[in-house]
Nanobody, 127 residues
């Protein structure tokens, strides 16, 4: 089992910044993909940024709409994932969820490909 706890959400004005953290505990594997998803009211949960691992290396994947604004990083020594969000826009408003997979090198970036989820943290960006 893996337990994920997100912190760092809040309310900011457009153009502001927030840093989300996700602390993982339990049977955490540094080889398992880990990342952030978000869900706005009335919308499906969507991929935001994920670090994926394969036998050939590590890749950081970003949703097109957040490229250049969001930065994903992982500190394996602390089992913590970070999402630095800059130049926030009202359309970034959502509940942000941290997620990871229970199996190393498991492919896929859809929510259904991830096995463990945090409780979510609200991010609200006002115009």
């Amino acid at each position: 089992q893996v337990h994920l706890v997100e912190t760092g959400g809040g309310a900011v004005q457009a153009g502001g910044s927030l840093r989300l953290s996700c602390a993982a505990s339990g049977s955490v594997s540094s080889n398992s993909d880990m990342g952030w998803f978000r869900q706005a009211p009335g919308k499906e949960r969507e991929f935001v940024a994920v670090i994926t691992r394969s036998p050939s290396g590590v890749t950081t994947n970003y949703r097109d709409s957040v490229k250049g604004r969001f930065t994903l990083s992982r500190d394996n020594t602390k089992n913590t994932l970070y999402l630095q969000m800059n130049s926030l826009k009202p359309e970034d408003t959502a509940v942000y969820y941290c997620a990871t997979k229970g199996v190393a090198f498991k492919p896929g970036l859809r929510p259904g490909n991830f096995d463990y989820w945090g409780q979510g943290t609200q991010v609200t960006v006002s115009s």
